[in-house]
C-alpha cells in the first residue's frame, strides 16, 4: 500500500465510504439470489392466481456466466403436480403459449428475463392456489449447472411487479383464463 494510500484510508471520510460500498455490496445480494455452476438467478416471484385457477405462472432473471450454453427445464414444485417452462410464439396472429422443448437455452454470457407476456415458468394443476405473500417453492434444472431449489415469492395480481416496469401483462390471468391454451400439441382447458 502507497503512503498515500494509508493516508487516505485513514481518514475518517475513507472509513465512511468503505463502510457504505460495503453496505451496498450487502444489499445487492439479496436473499432472492441464487447460484448453482454458473448460473446466477435472480428475482424469483409468481403471480398470485384467482379463484379455481388450476395453472400458475412464475418469473425470474437467469444470467448464464459459464462459456457454454445451458438450458432451463423446472424439475418441480411443491405448489402443483407439474412445473414447466413455457415460451409465447405467434400463431396466425394470436399468441399462444407452449413447453419449450428440452428447455431454455441460455447461452454464455446471456441474461433471460422470464416475465408476463414472455417467456414463464407454468406450474400446471395447483394444489392451492397462489395467495400473496405467500411463497411457492420450484426446483429449476439446468442441464449443465445442475438443480437449484428456488423460492418464489407471490404477488398480487394486477401488482407492479419486482424489476416489472410492464405491470400489463397479465399471462397468469386474463389469458389463461380466457379459456385453452396449448400443450405438448393437444388443448389444455383451464378450470374456471
Ligand atoms: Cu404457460
New binding site residues.
Given amino acids: 500500500m502507497t503512503e498515500y494510500a494509508r493516508k487516505y484510508i485513514s481518514s475518517g471520510f475513507a472509513g465512511a465510504l468503505v463502510l457504505a460500498a460495503m453496505q451496498l455490496a450487502a444489499a445487492t445480494a439479496s436473499a432472492g439470489d441464487y447460484d448453482v455452476g454458473s448460473i446466477h438467478i435472480t428475482q424469483p416471484w409468481a403471480r398470485a392466481t384467482p379463484k379455481g385457477a388450476s395453472s400458475g405462472?412464475g418469473y425470474l432473471t437467469v444470467t448464464n456466466n459459464g462459456t457454454a450454453a445451458d438450458r432451463l427445464n423446472c424439475a418441480g414444485s411443491d405448489a402443483a403436480a407439474q412445473c414447466q417452462i413455457?415460451t409465447m410464439t405467434m400463431d396466425n396472429g394470436v399468441m399462444k403459449?407452449r413447453p419449450v422443448e428440452g428447455g431454455l437455452e441460455i447461452k454464455p454470457g446471456e441474461t433471460l428475463t422470464l416475465r408476463p407476456g414472455s417467456d414463464?415458468m407454468?406450474f400446471v394443476n395447483l394444489k392451492h392456489p397462489f395467495e400473496a405473500g405467500a411463497t411457492v417453492e420450484a426446483t429449476l434444472q439446468f442441464e449443465k449447472a445442475g438443480t437449484v431449489k428456488v423460492e418464489l415469492p407471490v404477488v398480487a395480481i394486477g401488482a407492479a411487479a419486482p424489476g416489472v416496469t410492464t405491470g400489463g401483462g397479465t399471462m397468469g390471468g386474463a389469458m389463461m383464463q380466457g379459456g385453452n391454451?396449448m400443450q405438448g400439441g393437444g388443448m389444455m382447458s383451464t378450470k374456471h
Fill in positions: 405462472a413455457h403459449m414463464h407454468m391454451m
